[in-house]
């Protein structure tokens, strides 16, 4: 199959948008499927990409290390036609969103799109909330998403979030994977963690707490940081470490200096891809009271690299943390100290078996085949509710995935 991902985050940006596309791409073309990359273009990007197509783009506003796709519907239908493009995965909402669809609308293929970002989260950032509206959220979304042929939903809260904004196509809940092998790692032995814990002044007797994430607002490590007094009073040997990069560090930094706990803070700013693991090997436990999460990539990480999880919960992490070896979700910002003490109290041990079942569970090669079975869903769909002229090509697929759907049965 050859596929075409619409979208305006991904690398050399560094987000959890930009992670899931690359180990979606990666795992459809082990599966023997092609996969284009239409994007921004980006300052920072290699001069020559294999398989990626770069749109002239800007700033997105009030998000500046963030892009947007303003132009290239033409250019980007000439290469897609080219490509001979069978079905269209759009990532964003936006600029290159729309590019996605007009190409698919003109290419008379299914348009599949995931929804990423809870964007009511983010309103904050554009006016300080006081020009768009929840409201504007709604329309604008289902006015997007209904436009698609089906829809991606990395969790349950996603489909809740859509069907509250009257969206009524094709709904899939899969939660995105992980590349496990890069978290699963034999080669990084006790001395690599205790050299890098020894690089952040943390002695071995010491508690070493992760967050990992971007440092924004919504992700709520305000929370963490005003708690961390009251962990202190109990564990007076444990150390925050912030990993990331964001527009509220400054105001985190203070907020520690407020409290009178510089001492006990550390921020690292954004760390190499290659090295996160071995910050998640290191700690001893990983923390978040975010609220705004879809699909939770850095959890999924953490589960891998053997760290217990004490996060702010939600339906995906409820179901994520479904055994309490791999960690606990705590009700609302308030508990978050009482939490963590109550469980690092209690010593609960990793369990192997939960663990190994969990890899296979938050697998990229799982979260392949499922977004593959979901392509293969909506070629059929699509092809039973459009009923212009297809092209031989199309029809080939139409009776490929019908005959890989008897077999599949047969199997069972």
């Not at 994007?39 to 770069?54: L, N």
């Not at 289902?142 to 809740?160: A, I, L, Q, W």
């Not at 308030?334 to 010593?347: G, L, N």
Request: aromatic fraction near 10%; hydrophobic fraction near 35%.
């Amino acid at each position: 199959m050859r596929i075409g991902f619409f979208t305006d985050t991904y690398f050399p940006q560094v987000s959890g948008v930009a992670t899931s596309i690359r180990t979606l791409k990666n795992e459809l073309e082990k599966q023997g499927h092609e996969v284009y990359i239409f994007t921004t273009t980006d300052p920072e990007a290699d001069e020559f990409e294999k398989d990626i197509v770069r749109m002239p783009s800007v700033p997105f506003v009030s998000f500046t290390d963030r892009r947007i796709v303003v132009r290239g519907i033409w250019f980007a239908y000439q290469i897609a036609k080219e490509l001979e493009l069978e079905i269209i995965h759009t990532h964003t909402e936006f600029g290159a969103g729309f590019l996605g669809k007009m190409v698919a609308n003109r290419l008379r293929i299914p348009v599949v799109h995931t929804y990423h970002t809870m964007y009511e989260d983010y309103l904050h950032y554009i006016a300080n909330g006081k020009v768009v509206r929840p409201t504007h959220v709604k329309h604008f979304i289902k006015m997007f998403v209904n436009h698609s042929t089906g829809v991606v939903c990395p969790s349950k809260r996603v489909v809740d979030t859509l069907k509250r904004y009257e969206v009524d196509v094709p709904m899939r809940i899969i939660p995105t994977g992980i590349d496990v092998s890069h978290f699963v790692r034999s080669d990084i032995t006790e001395e690599d963690t205790n050299l890098l814990r020894t690089k952040l002044g943390i002695q071995k007797d010491e508690l070493m707490i992760l967050s990992l994430s971007r440092i924004s607002y919504e992700k709520n490590i305000h929370i963490i940081v005003q708690q961390f007094p009251e962990i202190l009073m109990s564990y007076p040997a444990a150390r925050l470490v912030i990993v990331g990069k964001g527009p509220y560090r400054e105001d985190l930094e203070k907020l520690t200096q407020d409290l009178g706990i510089e001492e006990y803070v550390q921020f690292t700013g954004e760390v190499p891809h290659e090295e996160v693991a071995y910050y998640y090997h290191a700690a001893d436990y990983f923390v978040s009271a975010s609220t705004s999460e879809t699909q939770g990539l850095t959890y999924a990480e953490a589960i891998a690299s053997g760290t217990q999880c004490i996060v702010e919960g939600n339906d995906y992490l409820e179901q994520l943390l479904s055994d309490d070896s791999l960690g606990i979700t705590f009700e609302s910002d308030t508990d978050f100290s009482d939490a963590f003490v109550r469980y690092v109290q209690q010593q609960i041990p990793i369990s192997s078996e939960v663990q190994q079942n969990k890899l296979i569970e938050i697998s990229a090669e799982r979260f392949g085949s499922e977004i593959l079975n979901f392509y293969q869903e909506m070629l059929v769909y699509y092809d039973e509710n459009h009923t212009e002229t297809r092209s031989p090509a199309r029809t080939v697929q139409k009776m490929r995935v019908r005959i890989n759907s008897l077999r599949n049965s047969d199997d069972k």
